[in-house]
């Protein structure tokens, strides 16, 4: 298995159209078709197929993906170690924006006090940061997993619970916890229809059978919480929020707690700055609720 064969495929991958490939390349198509056939005989494996009139890759190809950008970040890192001393290669951590907001910052400022290694911020929800983990486009993510994911490893961050907010002088601002029951009838500013949070909430209520309305739909929590401060409905968020001036929080029974998890690829995060990285995310986890105190 030939490395020009790899960098080959991994322009290809990244295009998945031979035109644009080969140009990149600047070697002609059919060289091209060549290399990556020559590496899908050598693993014995198709790496694409067709579907319709597309190009998508196969399990194979999708594995072979990962290990081509593997490869070529340890290549880069290893030439320009052995150019100027020290390889700047960066960290990519992929987190959604809540995470940014409320729970990573001790970690990410302590990473970035060391200076010893860049750090490239990705931001995606949970089905593009297992996706950035999985292509390699990212060596951590921080993110709520459903379910276990092959190749990947999870290892628990921290718990959060989930709060009702609402105005100072809202009836519910009174007690010191609150029941799904105690929303009979009121207006809530929810996630759009098809995010996990807002399928939850709906689950749940319904459970309970407790009737609601939709006062605004909003996406983040930042948008939910300034529509709560302008006294358009209650929001129901994570316990890490920070919660503005003119507005209460109170723990909400019934509701699961968020568990966030620290996510990279079996076999570790691949990369001296990643590891250093994961180790302030796991020792910095709890800092978040000095914060509430």
């Not at 990519?92 to 729970?103: D, F, I, R």
């Not at 006090?113 to 950035?132: F, N, P, S």
């Not at 968020?258 to 990285?277: E, N, S």
Request: overall charge negative.
């Amino acid at each position: 298995m030939r490395s020009d064969w790899l960098e080959a495929f991994l322009v290809f991958a990244n295009n998945l159209n031979f035109t644009r490939a080969a140009e990149a390349l600047h070697i002609s198509q059919p060289a091209l078709h060549v290399k990556i056939g020559k590496l899908g005989d050598a693993l014995g494996e198709p790496l694409y197929r067709r579907a319709g009139r597309n190009l998508v890759l196969t399990r194979a190809g999708e594995q072979v993906l990962v290990f081509a950008r593997e490869q070529k970040a340890c290549t880069d890192a290893f030439v320009e170690t052995l150019k100027t001393g020290a390889s700047h290669q960066p960290v990519e951590l992929c987190a959604g924006a809540g995470a940014y907001l409320y729970l990573l910052g001790p970690a990410i400022s302590a990473f970035l006090e060391g200076a010893e290694h860049k750090l490239h911020l990705i931001t995606g929800d949970q089905e593009r940061t297992v996706e950035m983990i999985v292509s390699g486009r990212a060596h951590i993510g921080v993110t709520s997993l459903d379910a276990t994911v092959d190749g990947l490893v999870a290892e628990t961050l921290t718990r959060v619970e989930q709060v009702l907010v609402v105005p100072n002088d809202h009836r519910l601002a009174r007690r010191d916890r609150v029941e799904l029951v105690d929303l009979e009838d009121e207006a809530l500013i929810v996630a759009p229809q098809d995010r996990p949070h807002r399928l939850m909430l709906n689950r749940m209520l319904m459970a309970a059978g407790v009737s609601w309305h939709v006062a605004v739909e909003a996406q983040g929590w930042e948008l939910m919480l300034h529509f709560a401060r302008l006294g358009i409905g209650l929001a129901v968020v994570n316990g890490c929020c920070h919660i503005p001036p003119g507005l209460t929080a109170r723990p909400l029974g019934g509701l699961p707690g968020v568990t966030y998890q620290l996510v990279h690829r079996d076999g570790g995060p691949g990369h001296a700055g990643a590891l250093v990285l994961r180790q302030l995310l796991l020792s910095h986890k709890e800092q978040w609720r000095d914060r509430l105190a």
